[in-house]
Nanobody, 117 residues
């Protein structure tokens, strides 16, 4: 059974940093495209960052370019999202997403990130 387990969310002040982790199991991890999305209360789920299986291609939403960085460690079946200079508008539930070459999609449970003074 495919499972994505996220961690690393929490409460930080503006300008602070967090690193989110997503550990995958039940899949051939290096074949999967991995990405992060976020959803604020009352808002749609929006793309944040993503990468292909070997990490050579990375994309970011304009709102996080220069502040967030996605990476993966295929030996650990883990994808990360390093978030720096966090701002209140970054407050959301952050979700890990996996997509297979056959376009099967799996989601993590989400982890809360709150940026507030």
């Amino acid at each position: 059974q495919v499972q994505l387990v996220e961690s690393g969310g929490g409460l930080v002040q503006p300008g602070g940093s967090l690193r989110l982790s997503c550990v995958a199991s039940g899949l051939t991890f290096n074949y999967y495209r991995m990405s992060w999305y976020r959803q604020a209360p009352g808002k749609e789920r929006d793309f944040v960052a993503g990468m292909n299986g070997d990490g050579r291609i990375r994309k970011y939403d304009d709102s996080v370019k220069g502040r967030f960085s996605i990476s993966r460690d295929n030996a650990k079946n883990t994808v990360y999202l390093q978030m720096n200079n966090l701002q209140p508008e970054d407050t959301a539930v952050y979700f890990c997403k996996a997509r297979s070459p056959g376009d099967e999609v799996y989601w993590g449970q989400g982890t809360q990130v709150t940026v507030s003074s």
